[in-house]
């Protein structure tokens, strides 16, 4: 009943979405989170020139777009992990790609394209619904503080019960064909605003294939699992964006 009853519309998108956490909670949440998710990676990149270039990226692609209307307090990092395959956001706007996956990006239209996605997540508000979700189908420990978290006051007992139990959550996220179509759709959106060319997103998901015929496949692949014919639906966001077909100039 509660599930139901937290009802909240999307400012960017309109969609009336089940989500019990305020956007102010979200960032505090995702701020808390950042510094073990990136642990989980090596760290942070030491390569200055790279990481600026993927904040430097990033933030073309909210600036331009509806995504900067949001309350997001959006930041773009570099992990140092070379082997792994994967990019991610955590609720509120930290985003993070790794320098597995970077290396496997041949242009910067297709960097572009991979935080496009991400941010897509953000602004779909996507892990705010998969923890409301959590507290229906999964009892999630401690879900009945999350939504009285106050970030004001994040040292509280209370702020960090829920911390606690919203990241353990965060970490394990893993979501659904809707959100991944919705932040593919997004996705194009931005990278266009932001005058890159859409095509290379369908350039990085041929890439990550190629990559899934590794001995370990990409782990971009088991956080955003493949929802079917994501080409097929970029290809038609396309289309729909540029029906007499994708101008010249746009930057790959």
Do not use: W
Not at 87 to 103: C, D, M, N, R
Not at 106 to 113: D, I, L, S
């Amino acid at each position: 009943m509660t599930y139901y009853c937290n009802r909240q519309t999307n400012p960017v998108t309109g969609e009336v979405q089940h989500v019990n956490m305020t956007t102010e909670q979200e960032i505090a949440l995702g701020l808390q989170a950042a510094p073990q998710m990136a642990q989980q990676y090596g760290g942070l990149h030491p390569d200055q020139q790279a990481s600026a270039a993927v904040k430097r990226i990033g933030a073309a692609l909210v600036q331009s777009s509806k995504a900067d209307q949001s309350p997001y307090k959006f930041d773009f990092h570099l992990l140092a992990d070379e082997q792994t395959i994967n990019a991610f956001a955590l609720p509120g706007g930290q985003v993070f790609i790794t320098a597995g996956l970077l290396k496997n990006m041949k242009t910067e239209g297709q960097v572009a394209g991979v935080l496009a996605h991400e941010i897509g997540h953000v602004i779909g508000r996507h892990s705010a619904e998969q923890l409301a979700k959590s507290q229906l189908t999964q009892g999630l420990a401690g879900a009945a503080t999350i939504a009285s978290y106050d970030p004001d006051s994040p040292g509280s007992s209370i702020g960090k019960a829920a911390v606690a139990a919203a990241i353990a959550k965060v970490v394990s996220l893993r979501f659904g064909r809707e959100d991944e179509l919705e932040s593919d759709r997004l996705a194009v959106q931005y990278t266009a605003d932001a005058g890159y060319d859409p095509r290379a997103m369908i350039q990085v998901m041929e890439i990550l294939a190629q990559s899934g015929g590794q001995s370990r496949g990409p782990e971009f692949m088991s956080t955003h699992p493949d929802p079917g014919n994501r080409v097929g639906v970029l290809e038609k966001e396309i289309t729909e964006r540029f029906p007499g077909g994708v101008p010249s100039g746009l930057k790959q």
